[in-house]
């Protein structure tokens, strides 16, 4: 440890060529490590949630995890050795369902979005004051005639009081232009001009997947769930589409903002196209894409390629992603009961139960492994029902298949058990619990709420738990995900105790649903997801030990390193100087 000690500074990569030849003789080339990291906090998450200070890297595998004497086998005179002075490591983090729009949100943004930041409300007062900016400013203006439309995004009103959004909100700021504004999930608004251009009023009919809210007089609120009518949408003049080289600029630079955050592999849940997977698959074959990526892509996308596919470890298409309802806070999601706070209205599901069964029966004959958006308790018995059904015409397990429910947000206490016995995966965003408090006990009542965001009964009964954002609806930091796990509270404590808290997860459930679960649903948890010998070599190194911190000070964590493959993608001190 002196020589060691004497020859490496703060994450300075140091070569020692001579002095360990003389220490240690001749290290042979298969041991050899490329780099070694010593003087470490590790948390392997491997079965036993062992611990290590020690990791040898070579050809972007560990080959070693271990102590600092035992890894000095593993030093030749090529090592590079870097003393990381007690901090803490931890795998690469996993998201295991958002949406890759990094570069169109925070880099190149392309909508207005009347939130402060992702993941924080705007006010009735924050939503006109953007408003009537954009009306100033030109932003966010479609172009066209006169008058021209205004499309932005972000509303959620269970935040204001009263707790609803009407037209005449918007109408104050814009009685003379079309606004459309879509919430910060599935749904929308518009204000009285657009309304009026439609040709929307009392008597117009709800939308095939869609539904016009109506005041007690009949007359239309200005809000849709779900699916706007096609006569307002079709209106609304089209952004320009993207140019290629926007859309690589926008995936190479954003992905680089998710792997300054931890996150080394990307679950992207947007229903990919074929034609998005090869632009996406040459951008890797050119070397500028560094995270990983697995793609949940639409049916003809998996059709078309026949199997999945596995870029050198890199980019994954191993998923589907299917719909079977829409979101609990605009009331898009299915449930067996009415919702507590609109009687008579139930949700819709957007499938059937036989078709749900066929595609993932067809699927899981080639290889890939369905992914159902399922939030309500109705749509998650109907895609609980259909992947038994395609488990049963297979004649496959639950190990083989992997099925997914995304969200799974309301059981029914009677399916919650069906989920261990199929072996079904519950992808679940602890941040929507956070985020969804402010409405969902009024939306699903107390009865309900004992099968709402059950992380921990999942657990308990051998569900494959994995964590993700589903960014852009909630930010896409992974320490977020983490501290909302763990508290069942809001970045700002609250509520005090938590949400339900014996629903929280422990720190180490919590740091295994955000890595090994989600290499599990890609079917790669042989060479991810936790630390050990022969992994690829993704990790992260933190200042703070996430098992010690206080668990309010969870969120605060930022990465100084990322490293994926061995290859070190991001540094804070190097960011810093930039
Ligand atoms: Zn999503």
New binding site residues.
């Given amino acids: 440890m002196n020589i060691l000690k004497r020859f490496s500074s703060k994450f300075s990569i140091v070569v020692l060529p001579v002095l360990f030849i003389l220490a240690l003789g001749t290290v042979s080339d298969a041991q050899e490590a490329d780099r070694v990291y010593v003087n470490s906090n590790i948390y392997t998450v491997d079965e036993e949630f062992s611990k290590a200070s020690a990791i040898a890297v070579k050809d972007g595998r560990f080959i070693y995890v271990g102590n600092d004497a035992g890894v000095q086998a593993y030093i030749g005179p090529l090592t590079f050795v870097s003393d990381l002075e007690g901090k803490t490591v931890i795998p690469g983090l996993h998201d295991a369902?958002l949406?890759i729009r990094f570069g169109e949100r925070e880099l190149y943004p392309r909508m207005p979005d009347i939130r402060p930041a992702i993941g924080e409300w705007a006010s009735v007062e924050r939503m006109q004051e953007v408003i009537k900016r954009c009306l100033a400013t030109g932003e966010g203006m479609r172009p066209g005639p006169e008058p021209r439309w205004l499309v932005l995004g972000g509303w959620m009103s269970d935040v204001w009081d009263p707790p609803v959004f009407r037209k005449e909100l918007i109408d104050a700021v814009a009685p003379n232009n079309p606004v459309y504004i879509r919430r910060y999930t599935h749904g929308s608004g518009a204000n009285s001009k657009a309304l009026e251009l439609a040709g929307i009023s009392r008597d117009t009919p709800d939308p095939e997947g869609g539904h016009i809210k109506k005041d007690k007089h009949g007359e239309p609120t200005g809000e849709f769930v779900e699916r706007a009518p096609s006569q307002l949408t079709d209106l609304i003049p089209p952004l320009t589409p993207m140019t290629d080289y926007e859309r690589s600029r926008n995936l190479v630079e954003g992905t680089q903002l998710a792997i300054a955050r931890g996150l080394t592999t990307l679950h992207d849940?947007s229903r990919t196209s074929y034609e998005e997977v090869q632009r996406r698959l040459k951008l890797y074959q050119v070397g500028l894409l560094r995270i990983r990526i697995n793609e949940m892509v639409n049916e003809n996308a998996a059709k078309k390629l026949g199997k999945p596919l596995n870029y050198k470890n890199k980019f994954f298409v191993q998923s589907v992603k299917s719909f079977l309802d829409g979101a609990l806070g605009s009331r898009g999601a299915h449930f067996l009961e009415e919702y507590s706070d609109y009687p008579g209205f139930f949700g819709e599901p957007r499938q059937s139960e036989d078709k749900i069964a066929q595609t993932a029966t067809e699927l899981l004959k080639i290889g890939f492994n369905i992914r159902v958006?399922t939030i309500g308790d109705a749509a998650n018995r109907i895609a609980i029902n259909a992947f038994e059904r395609a488990l049963k015409e297979t004649g496959k397990d639950g190990k083989d298949a992997r099925f997914a429910l995304?969200h799974c947000q309301v059981l029914s206490l009677d399916d919650i058990p069906r989920l261990a016995e199929l072996g079904i995966v519950a992808s679940m965003q602890p941040l929507h619990a956070t985020e969804d408090m402010h409405f969902a006990e009024s939306r699903l009542g107390p009865e309900r709420m004992k099968g709402a965001y059950v992380w921990k009964k999942l657990l308990e009964l051998g569900v494959v738990v994995a964590t993700g954002t589903?960014y852009s609806?909630s930010p896409y930091n992974p320490f977020y995900t983490l501290h909302a796990a763990v508290t069942r509270q809001d970045r700002d404590n609250n509520p005090p105790g938590g949400w339900f808290p014996e629903q929280a997860l422990s720190r180490e459930e919590a740091l295994r649903a955000a890595t090994m679960a989600g290499a599990y649903v890609m079917h790669a948890e042989d060479i991810l997801g936790s630390i050990e010998v022969g992994k690829l070599a993704d990790f992260v190194v933190i200042p703070v030990d996430y098992m010690t911190i206080p668990a309010e000070d969870i969120w605060k964590i930022e990465p100084e390193m990322t490293v994926i493959g061995g290859e070190i993608v991001y540094t804070k001190q190097a960011q810093a100087q930039k």
């Fill in positions: 369902h949406h849940a958006h995304e589903d609806v």
